[in-house]
């Protein structure tokens, strides 16, 4: 398949662990912000949004925390599982339409 | 629901020849963006389209070009490749709700 980085960093955790991936984003004007989710070979996936008016956001199993002071978010999956092994992206929104990426943290998920 | 689709899904180019690469939006989506991902890089913002104009462009020299059909099919040319223009070239499109749906990308390897 494809390989979407060699030098991301990695976080390995436990089946069934929690998993925290964190990101810190650039412009303080942004104000929207999404988590993607690539496999290898495929494009990336939307995993959950949350608005800069938020500072936290639930989905199945995810959780999106946003720290504006600092310009931090973070994505926390529950109960990982090793369909979950991928590269994470977080992504913000500003001018408009245009996304900006992070550079990406692959997670591997040891059964 | 057909997703975003992209062809070739490989494409091989020498260096100074031109690639084309083309990008089908899901339908209802009128935005088309492009982004480029080069290995070891995260993605990064190239073209948007929106109903048939450009409205945002990353920081890329003019050679990446592009168009949006009236269909909202687009397509991405690169002129003079470079050995660096090598990466994983992927589409996504949109809803005004500004959620991004990728496809799953052409491999451009440039020889």
């Known amino acids: 398949g494809e390989s979407v980085g060699l030098h991301l960093p990695t976080l390995s955790v436990q089946e069934g662990d929690n998993s925290i991936i964190n990101c810190a984003y650039s412009n303080s004007a942004s104000d929207y912000f999404i988590w993607y989710k690539q496999e290898s070979g495929k494009g990336p996936q939307f995993i959950i949004d949350?608005?800069?008016?938020?500072d936290k956001r639930q989905g199945q199993r995810v959780t999106v925390l946003l720290n504006k002071t600092v310009k931090h978010l973070s994505l926390q999956i529950a109960a990982t599982q090793p369909g979950d092994s991928a590269v994470y992206f977080c992504a913000e929104i500003y001018a408009g339409n245009m996304l900006t990426f992070g550079g990406g943290t692959r997670l591997m998920v040891k059964p | 629901e057909a997703g975003v689709t992209q062809s070739p899904t490989h494409l091989i180019k020498t260096r100074g020849q031109q690639a084309t690469l083309r990008c089908s939006p899901i339908?209802?989506?009128?935005?088309v963006y492009w982004y480029q991902q080069a290995l070891g890089l995260g993605l990064q913002f190239l073209l948007w389209y929106d109903e048939g104009e450009e409205r945002n462009r990353g920081n890329f020299p003019p050679r990446f070009s592009g168009r949006q059909f009236p269909n909202y099919s687009s397509e991405l040319n690169v002129n003079a490749l470079e050995l660096e223009d090598s990466a994983l070239y992927l589409c996504?499109?949109?809803?005004?709700?500004?959620?991004?749906?990728f496809g799953p990308g052409t491999r451009l390897t440039v020889l």
């Open positions: 339908s209802g989506h009128t935005s």
């Open positions: 949350i608005r800069s008016n938020m």
């Open positions: 996504a499109s949109s809803p005004p709700n500004n959620e991004q749906f």
